[in-house]
């Protein structure tokens, strides 16, 4: 018996299309190799979801968090990638769903979800490993940070990918 028998497919969502922003952390020059594209290339790589400005330069929910929160980790220069046809992005917005995931994976359920007693060990341990493996990305968009102990330290939207097969390289952006 396999476990896509037993348990319910987790959400996946509908990335194809969508412009992904990705900043570099401010020194770094955010240049981009093929090598980098690879599938085989290991890391995980964060995106979050384009928007072209009137003045043509970019932004995302990312970079403009960046840019009140931690202005330290903003860079007025940017990658645009395209997310191609087929991309498996699991969703992952709140709490429910995260158990969700973590159930589908035979990972269990957390002892408590209440903030004094959050269960440290089961997010420690969550299957991100066995997430990777068997799809290209997780997306989130953050919901009430007071009821989602587990995903509530998500800021914005953003989509973490595990295999950049997936992202077509349109070129350096200008962030404002």
């Not at 330069?57 to 970079?63: D, I, L, M, T």
């Not at 969700?100 to 994976?105: A, G, L, N, P, W």
């Not at 979800?113 to 953050?142: C, T, Y």
Request: proline fraction near 6%; glycine fraction near 6%.
């Amino acid at each position: 018996m396999r476990i896509d028998d037993v348990l319910p497919t987790p959400k996946l969502y509908k990335l194809d299309g969508t412009l992904q922003l990705h900043i570099a952390k401010e020194g770094n020059n955010p240049q981009i190799s093929e090598a980098f594209l690879k599938p085989s290339m290991p890391g995980i790589f964060w995106t979050s979801t384009a928007k072209q400005n009137k003045d043509g330069n970019y932004s995302s929910e990312w970079s403009d968090w960046c840019k009140v929160e931690m202005p330290e980790w903003f860079n007025n220069k940017g990658l645009l990638f395209q997310v191609m046809p087929g991309a498996r992005v699991l969703q992952m917005n709140n709490d429910n769903e995260a158990i969700e995931i973590s159930k589908y994976f035979n990972h269990g359920e957390p002892k408590s979800r209440w903030w004094q007693h959050s269960d440290v060990e089961w997010s420690r341990n969550f299957p991100w490993k066995k997430v990777a493996e068997k799809f290209d990305g997780l997306h989130h968009i953050p919901g009430n940070r007071i009821t989602n102990i587990y995903t509530g330290a998500y800021d914005v939207e953003s989509t973490v990918w595990f295999n950049r097969s997936h992202l077509k390289f349109l070129g350096n952006v200008n962030v404002t």
